[in-house]
């Protein structure tokens, strides 16, 4: 049976670090959340994301806009955010309502302040390896990886997924690892081939029940980024969870695997721009003390 890999655990020792960090800055880092609109699920995920600035140690500003918000409005105020020293991250809910460009509201967010690391700049540096933001889900699911001393140089790892939030990112940053990486999406022919091969795979679909025991290899390690609600309305991932549990060597559950520490990377990554945002504001000479 599949040891299961704790990430509220690891995500409250995240959040005593964060906290620690915090508390020893000049002043507290300020996370700029912006919500358009009334979809349930994304102001949980607001409110989540607030109680988490608590927690760290960051000051959260909310931005609760309503649903016929412009496009030019929503522009107006990123560049006034951007504009504003003591912002030190941007964060803007998807999505957003339809009449209003994501592209464009993610292009128009300064890449030192983007904290999601969505922006074409920091995805940039994903791909060249440059040091850089690194968008939460993957990150987080990194940083389970490494507290659980898997080792991914020279590993199979197959990601079920491509969205560019979490699916393409998760490739690159196994890569980076020198994993050898395959990544499987919809139109994959003979998907349990590829999966069966996988000694890390990661499955971003959301869809109950894609990856059943019979596609994973004995001793694979198994994340499941999914969040789906079963028939019963309970919050589950991609796996079977017993039967790929059953031939798994470590899995994340779902809940109370990967989620949390996506939480944790947003607020480590706000910590990050805080601290890059401080640095510039001193003077040359504390800058290049000897
Ligand atoms: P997404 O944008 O909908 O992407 C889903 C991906 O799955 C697409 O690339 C799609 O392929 C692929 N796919 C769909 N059906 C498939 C099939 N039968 N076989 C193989 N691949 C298939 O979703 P996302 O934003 O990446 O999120 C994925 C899941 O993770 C969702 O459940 C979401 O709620 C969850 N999530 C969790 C966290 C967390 O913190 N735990 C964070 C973000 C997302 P195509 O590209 O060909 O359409």
Redesign the pocket.
């Known amino acids: 049976m599949a040891i299961k890999m704790d990430g509220k655990a690891l995500a409250e020792k995240m959040r005593r670090e964060i906290r620690e960090e915090t508390a020893r800055l000049s002043r507290r880092p300020t996370l700029a959340v912006i919500l358009v609109g009334e979809d349930p699920a994304s102001q949980v995920y607001v409110r989540n994301k607030e109680k988490d600035c608590v927690e760290c140690g960051i000051l959260s500003q909310g931005y609760r806009l309503p649903e016929e918000t412009s496009e030019a409005q929503l522009l107006e105020l990123i560049g006034v955010l951007n504009d504003n020293d003591l912002v030190d991250g941007i964060l803007v809910q998807l999505p957003l309502p339809k009449h209003i460009s994501e592209q464009k509201i993610i292009h128009a967010i300064r890449p030192d302040k983007d904290v999601d690391a969505f922006h074409p700049f920091n995805v940039g540096k994903i791909v060249t390896g440059e040091a850089g933001f690194l968008p ?2 993957p990150a ?1 699911i990194m940083e389970l990886l490494k507290e659980y001393q898997i080792e991914i140089a020279g590993k199979e790892c197959v990601v ?4 560019n ?3 393409k990112p998760m490739a690159l940053l196994l890569l980076r690892e020198h994993g050898t990486v395959t990544i ?5 022919a003979q ?1 349990t081939d590829q999966t069966r091969r996988a000694d890390i795979l990661v499955s ?4 109950v029940g ?1 990856i059943t025991g019979e596609m994973v290899k004995d001793g694979a390690v198994v994340i499941d ?4 609600r079963n028939a019963e309305g309970k919050l589950c991932g ?1 796996c079977l969870y017993d039967e790929v549990a059953a031939k798994a060597s470590y899995i994340t559950p779902v809940p109370g695997g ?2 949390p ?2 939480r944790l990377i947003l607020m480590k990554n706000t910590l990050t721009a805080a601290q890059a945002h401080l640095d510039k504001e001193k003077k040359p000479q504390e800058r290049f003390a000897p």
């Open positions: 939460c889900t987080g079920v997924g491509r969205s939030i979490v699916g499987c999406h919809s139109k994959t998907l971003a679909v959301g869809k894609t980024v999914a969040m789906n991609d990967v989620g520490m996506t």
